[in-house]
């Protein structure tokens, strides 16, 4: 389903020798500088600040946010998307998704707002993006704050805007498996330079120099070591994207217009970065559920994903919770989606090989 993008293997070890001379392998070094300098470039954002993970990013990015009460958030996610708003106490309140693009209805926003709401956390998933616009209005009207989880949309932009230019922080993740990386690690972007010494006294332990602690922190520091490896793919990132997008377009060649199976169109205003191929399956229409679909795949050696599946609304843990009648089209969605392999290395061959797979079982 998915593999990791590597740099070349002479590039990266070029790139770490200077730590062997200079021994500065955490705490915002040379390397963590110089990757937060070119990312504010490459993502076109005034600020970015680097953390372990994308997901300890979020969690810190909702605490120096300082939001209370309820947020309004999508269930079709990550696990971590709703474990961070829950983790910082907060009580999740799931806006139904759009039947298109899977992100946030913002239409379906302002009926779940109330005296307690104090943020939307929006999700552009697949790297579809959200109605950033009206994600705005509505913020704007009520005072709320935006923190959009972005870990998809590396690279992306709206209109000529670059997507870490909505709402107050965007987070993204530099996971492995996501479209660039640096094996672990993610970053937050935003406008407000005022937040800056927030972030990094929260990933800092909440420390301020040596021997003054102001603020509850944690560890989310990221390495030199992962921050040369973020340099050295931030060099080839463009080539990962172009090779995504010609096994994207060969998936859309072959698989659209076959009745039974949707997917996700680009629209023209968005710069998009191929991140995921998520497929829709109506068994009625396509002959096969997505489940008999993701197993006669297995069947092949082709691990396609139920992803994303459960919503996180139906996790073990809120069982009793949230209401599943409350957002019908995630419910469906989640039921009825996969995503395909899709990685910069996949042949095209082998995107063949998948959707002969899958159509002939039908
Ligand atoms: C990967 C991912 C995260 C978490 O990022 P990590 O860097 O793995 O901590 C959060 N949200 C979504 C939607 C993700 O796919």
Redesign the pocket.
């Given at each position: 389903m998915n593999r990791p993008s590597m740099p070349a293997y002479e590039a990266y070890i070029e790139e770490i020798k200077s730590l062997w001379e200079n021994r500065w392998l955490t705490h915002t070094g040379p390397k963590h500088q110089e990757l937060e300098k070119k990312l504010c470039g490459y993502l076109g954002v005034e600020n970015v600040s680097l953390f372990a993970?994308?997901?300890?990013?979020?969690e810190l990015a909702i605490d120096a946010l300082q939001l209370k009460g309820e947020v309004i958030t999508t269930p079709f996610?990550?696990a971590?998307?709703t474990q961070a708003i829950v983790r910082n106490g907060l009580v999740p309140v799931f806006c139904d998704i759009d039947e298109k693009t899977y992100t946030m209805d913002a239409k379906k926003i302002e009926s779940l707002i109330t005296e307690k709401t104090s943020a939307i956390m929006p999700?552009h998933?697949f790297g579809n993006v959200c109605d950033v616009e009206a994600i705005a209005r509505i913020a704007e009207k009520y005072n709320l704050k935006v923190i959009y989880?972005a870990?998809?949309s590396f690279g992306e932009s709206v209109n000529g805007n670059a997507i870490g230019r909505y709402g107050d922080v965007s987070?993204f993740?530099?996971?492995a498996?996501?479209v660039f990386h640096t094996v672990?690690?993610?970053c937050l972007t935003y406008a407000d330079s005022s937040y800056t010494q927030k972030f990094n006294e929260l990933r800092q332990f909440g420390m301020v120099g040596q021997e003054s602690v102001q603020a509850i922190g944690t560890n989310a520091k990221m390495t030199e070591m992962h921050a040369a490896m973020g340099l050295c793919n931030l060099r080839v990132v463009d080539e990962f994207i172009m090779k995504r997008k010609l096994a994207t377009e060969r998936y859309h060649e072959l698989l659209s217009g076959v009745p039974g199976i949707s997917l996700c169109k680009i629209p023209g205003n968005i710069k998009p970065n191929y991140a995921y191929m998520p497929a829709l399956f109506n068994k009625e229409e396509f002959g096969m559920s997505r489940d008999d679909v993701c197993d006669l795949l297995a069947e092949e050696g082709i691990y396609a994903r139920k992803y994303f599946f459960p919503l996180t609304s139906h996790f073990e843990i809120y069982q009793g919770m949230f209401d599943i009648q409350e957002t019908p089209v995630a419910e469906k969605v989640a039921n009825n989606i996969l995503t395909l392999p899709l990685y910069s290395d996949l042949s095209l061959e082998d995107v063949e090989r998948v959707c002969k797979v899958l159509l002939k079982g039908r």
């Open positions: 993970n994308g997901h300890l990013a979020m996610t990550f971590s998307t999700v998933v989880d870990a998809h987070m993740s530099f996971h498996t996501k672990e690690g993610g």
